[in-house]
């Protein structure tokens, strides 16, 4: 059963912008959505998936290629992760990934250890 799946992908121009959900579904998360920390990953052409961006019990995190740029957010009610994209530059251009995980012991809130995962959704950067 698949119980993250992204939407929202598509093209556009670079200085555009995008918004990405990830709506979760099933018995896992039927009670429990609020417990899990949230991740996006991306993976750009010919590279490994990396992370970017989290949101746990006390806040966020970003990369600094996305700071300022990626708002990460969260509706515990709806169960779905957001992903506002302001600022698109060519170098965006990814399958992006969300996914819901455990934060560690010791570790920061927004330190996230993925356990389910999206499918994907392609976004595409023109210059």
């Known amino acids: 059963q698949v119980q993250l799946m992204e939407s929202g992908g598509g093209s556009v121009q670079a200085g555009g912008s995008l918004s990405l959900s990830c709506a979760a579904s099933?018995?896992?998360?039927?009670?429990?959505?609020?417990?899990?920390?949230l991740v996006w990953f991306l993976q750009a052409p010919e590279k490994e998936r990396e992370w970017f961006s989290s949101?746990?019990?006390?806040?966020?995190s970003y990369t600094d290629s996305v700071q300022g740029r990626f708002t990460i957010s969260r509706d515990n009610a709806k169960r779905t992760l957001y992903l506002q994209m302001n600022s698109l530059k060519p170098e965006d251009t990814a399958v992006y990934y969300c996914a819901a995980g455990f934060t560690p012991p010791l570790k920061p809130s927004t330190w996230c250890a993925p356990r389910y995962w999206g499918q994907g959704t392609q976004v595409t950067v023109s210059s």
């Open positions: 099933g018995y896992t998360f039927v009670f429990t959505y609020s417990a899990y920390c």
């Open positions: 949101i746990g019990r006390d806040g966020t």
